[in-house]
């Protein structure tokens, strides 16, 4: 999924236009959200210095995500990925985890 965000958004960071240096994906709605997790409409690339702030709710960093994935996707493939996830149960921590461990166990 990394690849593929990094493909689209041309290993560039969608805020701030960084090219070619370590980046985040950034899931615009919530990681928790199971329904939502691996659907590349819902992922942004993001520099590590712009994905912080824009975690810790820094100035307008969540709403200019918004923006961009708004341009890039549209208006209804936002809508359809509201309502999928407002009908799918969220991560739950001990899922969390498991995944983790998954994920270690795959990339080692």
């Given at each position: 999924?990394k690849?593929?965000?990094?493909?689209?958004?041309?290993?560039?960071?969608?805020?701030?236009?960084?090219?070619n240096?370590?980046?985040?994906?950034?899931?615009?709605?919530s990681?928790?959200?199971?329904?939502?997790?691996?659907?590349?409409?819902?992922?942004t690339?993001?520099?590590?210095?712009?994905?912080?702030?824009?975690?810790?709710?820094?100035?307008?960093?969540?709403?200019?995500?918004?923006?961009?994935?708004?341009?890039r996707?549209?208006?209804?493939?936002?809508?359809?990925?509201?309502?999928?996830a407002?009908?799918v149960?969220?991560w739950?921590?001990?899922e969390?985890?498991h995944?983790?461990?998954?994920?270690?166990?795959?990339?080692q």
């Amino acid at each position: 999924m990394k690849e593929a965000v990094w493909r689209r958004d041309k290993a560039t960071c969608q805020l701030c236009g960084a090219k070619n240096i370590p980046c985040d994906v950034d899931h615009w709605i919530s990681r928790r959200n199971m329904s939502t997790y691996f659907d590349l409409n819902n992922l942004t690339l993001l520099c590590k210095s712009c994905h912080t702030k824009k975690s810790f709710g820094y100035a307008d960093f969540t709403e200019r995500v918004t923006d961009i994935v708004r341009e890039r996707e549209g208006e209804a493939v936002m809508q359809e990925l509201r309502q999928t996830a407002n009908t799918v149960k969220k991560w739950q921590i001990d899922e969390m985890e498991h995944l983790i461990e998954i994920y270690k166990n795959i990339f080692q």
